[in-house]
């Protein structure tokens, strides 16, 4: 029997995450694999492109295989590359910290990882923290063995100092650990760290592999994902994980992974049907015709009046589907991330379109509109994530107030962290809710109302 190629093995390894964790799927096929030989390792980036050696593929078995796939999207998801930014982390430190986090999840998801693993037992740490409080017990505990008059592991070249590594400095920089700023998580477990490699390399061997790679689900994009795209797969993955635990049982999905994704998808902080009904009623209390009637029911007074031939017929009473429309901010001041003030407009967004219980105008603008749809799900909202530049509110409103072949709204519910310009003027015709989100409590204008949602 002849061995497997390189592509057939990944394609097996995939197939294997898919049966065993079906709620991995958008991870596992929303991520862009990447050849890159001499690589010595696997790597993930921040915007979601997984890359392999093709001689390390080759030289492994399908299960390990699999087991190294699902560990860099492990990172892809937790979104390890922009939290180790976050807190300016030393990035071979931060590896041993995120390793430490995801690596009990695999293990429980029945997956053999390598004997060289990192686990916080390796470094007498409890289990279940997440990787910035691994992160400060390992910096604490790399301090101590670097006081004078100690011999610790930190002395050696070939030690498990998680700080000393191959021999770079604490600013991160030389040797093969990438930088900070690059946008890496980093290689399996405690593999060594590979470099960037240059533009136009490991593209795989020809086009016709290229083609194949993208039947078999693998990425198409030379740059990765977005960060919207980012936000979407991550909140498909932890809907999916807790739609399966709910399912199959809290125990078919780990713990500390089950943890993430229901934080991943928390419900909204604010109770827009209680909200949405007072701006309403306050909006169209003076509009003309905003009550209707409807003769698909007898009305209230129609038991007083009395049934049958001859007897006046009353109409029921119906309050109208209120037209909302929302828009998100999508600025680079917004993030990503299952904290950023992106993620929480997500989740709001859920609650929105649950409290109207129709379809919204859904509007995505950072200096500019870029998107401009109806939807009816949070999941199609998401989708539509397009931005990173700077902020502007005024094209919005402007979008709103130059509709033709529809109605305008009613109501308006602006989600955004606030920072930028707003019209100086209320728009006419409808009314204003300016959702705060990201930690800043004042609003961009002086008009409309404002709702903080807390960060707690």
Known sequence: MAAMTVAQKLAAARMIIRERLPYFRAALFGAVYRETAGLGTYAMTENGILMYDPEVVGRETVENCAASILHELMHWMRDHAKRCKGIAAHPRLWNFAADMEINDDISAMKFKLPDFCIWPKTYGLKDGNIAEVYYQDLRQKAEKLKQPGQKGQGQDQDSDDPQDGDGEGDSGEGGDTPQAGGGWCGGV?????PKEPKKGEGKGQDAKDKKDGQAQGQGDGDDGRTEAEGVRIRKEVAAAAVKHAATKG??????????????????????????????????MAYRPGCVTTTWTGFGRKQAALGFGYGRPLTPKWRSPVPRVA?????SGSMGSGENSPLAQAASEISGILKATNAAVQFVACDAQVHSAKEVKTWQEAVKEFKGGGGTDFRPVFEHFDNLKNALPPEVVIFITDGYGPAPIKPPMGYHTIWVLVGGNTQAPAPWGDVVVVDNE
């Open 250 to 283: 809290r125990g078919s999905v780990p713990g500390g992974f089950l943890a993430w994704a229901e934080a991943e998808i928390a419900p909204p902080k604010i109770d827009w049907r209680s909200k949405l009904a007072k701006v309403l009623r306050a909006a």
């Open 189 to 193: 477990c405690n593999r060594p760290h």
């Open 326 to 330: 929302v828009g998100v901010d999508t």
